[in-house]
């Protein structure tokens, strides 16, 4: 089933196509804004790799000389590496589209946007964060989403969503925000020193400027989105959770206040050790047939999760 629908981000129509292209994978969107068009495709497996301790997400970014009418000539006839935007704008991608897949999700998956045509007005890498996760919405890839992205510029006082580059140059700020329906996922940008108060109302005119987007895509995946796999995340143990909370959170709090930095990870690597030691005998006889991969610490690891204004929370997973 082709699908092509449009919405309004700012001052540009935005186009969403899914069905046409790329329909052995498992999620593709074609997103096209004035003369620029990018195409994501979104690929998975349904079986997670053995003995993997992370999400094996990974992210390309392809900006292809065609895309501007040019063929790489001279000695190098053919695509060089990856230049310095393109991978910053893939990390773009990755960073807010990452935390949404279920904790303990192994299984492999990969993002490619590749820039299939340009134009000198429409930035392409924004097209690209709209075009990822609504691909990732849309396949059978469990997933927490949608959510989407868009530039912020200011130019003369006036907030713009998706400024083209000429606007980009003229304006004092420049911010990158990806947002869900209810919240704020990500930001990363720079100012000319404006007010914080100026830089909160940016912010929020990112989220409304999105909004639509976002319900624009939950209607595709009412239409076309695929089934997602079903997945349950291991279980742990029960009253795991706080006995690591009783005997690490004190430690952990204590280990924020160093201000060498080499310092803290080294003792937050000790923490984890100590925890481990003292927890995993215990938990172990409760579950002796468990056969879950590891790596290190016996049959079980410990992840602990803190911040610098300690706020902790802490996990170990069987």
């Known amino acids: 089933m082709i699908i092509k629908e449009s919405v309004k981000i700012g001052n540009h129509t935005v186009t969403l196509e899914t069905g046409r292209i790329a329909k052995q994978a498992q999620g593709s969107v074609m997103v096209s804004c004035g003369g620029t068009v990018v195409l994501v495709t979104v690929c998975g ?78 930035p392409p890498d924004m097209l690209a964060l709209l075009g990822a996760p609504a691909a990732i919405h849309l396949s059978n890839i469990p997933w927490d989403g949608p959510i989407g992205g868009l530039r912020v510029g200011r130019v003369n006082g006036e907030f713009v969503a998706n400024p083209t580059f000429e606007q980009i140059e003229q304006g004092d700020l420049e911010l990158v925000v990806a947002t869900s329906k209810d919240a704020i996922v990500m930001v990363e940008g720079e100012c000319k020193e404006v007010s914080e108060e100026d830089l909160l ?34 279980a742990k143990p029960e009253g795991i959770d706080a006995k690591v909370a ?35 005998e215990a938990f172990r006889s409760k579950n002796p047939t468990s056969k879950r991969p590891t790596k290190s610490f016996g049959s079980t690891r410990c992840v602990l999760r803190y911040s610098k204004r300690k706020s902790v929370s802490m996990v170990v997973i069987w």
């Open 45 to 122: 497996t349904k079986e997670a790799r053995p003995g993997v301790d992370f999400l094996p997400l990974s992210v390309d970014y392809i900006e292809k000389t065609y895309a501007s009418g040019k063929i790489p000539g001279g000695f190098f006839k053919r695509e060089g590496k990856l230049r310095d935007n393109e991978i910053l704008t893939a990390r773009l991608i990755d960073r807010p589209c990452r935390p949404l897949f279920p904790e303990g999700y192994r299984n492999e998956i990969q993002v490619i946007a590749t820039v299939l045509s340009a134009d000198k007005e429409v």
């Open 201 to 234: 109302e940016a912010l929020f005119f990112a989220q409304k400027s999105v909004q639509p987007f976002i319900e624009l895509v939950e209607k595709m995946r009412t239409a076309a989105g695929k089934e997602k796999w079903a997945f349950e995340p291991a």
């Open 246 to 280: 009783e005997f690490a959170t004190a430690k952990v709090k204590e280990a924020c206040n160093l201000v060498e930095k080499h310092d803290r990870y080294d003792r937050f690597k000790e923490i984890k050790k100590e925890t481990v030691a003292a927890l995993a």
